[in-house]
């Protein structure tokens, strides 16, 4: 059994910065893929970026690009997310989600239906 566990989320103004921290316990490899999806409220999940457990194949959706930058600490078992010139509609629940198969390391999925394991969620709010 794998637990996923998000924090850095909170109140931040517009123009601001972030740096979400999502940790893996348990039965948790350092294979596959881990990422990061957000809702907005009265949204549908979306996917926000992903990185493969070497670091070498990364995704992000292009709302976040250039704003955004994700990484991982396999020795940690841990992804990061960081945002920068956050916006308005930047604010969402942000979930952390795992898949440590590694025949998905090439090419790292972008939606939620390939991952496996996910956490309960941090929130993020920026205030315009």
């Known amino acids: 059994q794998v637990q996923l566990a998000e924090s850095g989320g909170g109140l931040v103004q517009a123009g601001g910065s972030l740096r979400l921290s999502c940790s893996a316990s348990?039965?948790?490899?350092?294979?596959?893929?881990m990422g990061w999806f957000r809702q907005a409220p009265g949204k549908e999940r979306e996917f926000v970026a992903v990185?493969?457990?070497?670091?070498?194949?990364?995704f992000y959706t292009d709302s976040v690009k250039g704003r955004a930058t994700i990484s991982r600490d396999n020795a940690k078992k841990s992804v990061y997310l960081q945002m920068n010139s956050l916006k308005p509609e930047d604010t969402a629940v942000y979930y952390c989600a795992a898949n440590f198969d590694p025949a998905i390391s090439l090419i790292p999925p972008t939606t939620e239906d390939k991952y496996i394991y996910w956490g309960q969620g941090t929130q993020v709010t920026v205030s315009s």
């Open positions: 990185v493969n457990w070497r670091g070498d194949r990364i």
């Open positions: 348990g039965r948790a490899y350092a294979t596959g893929a």
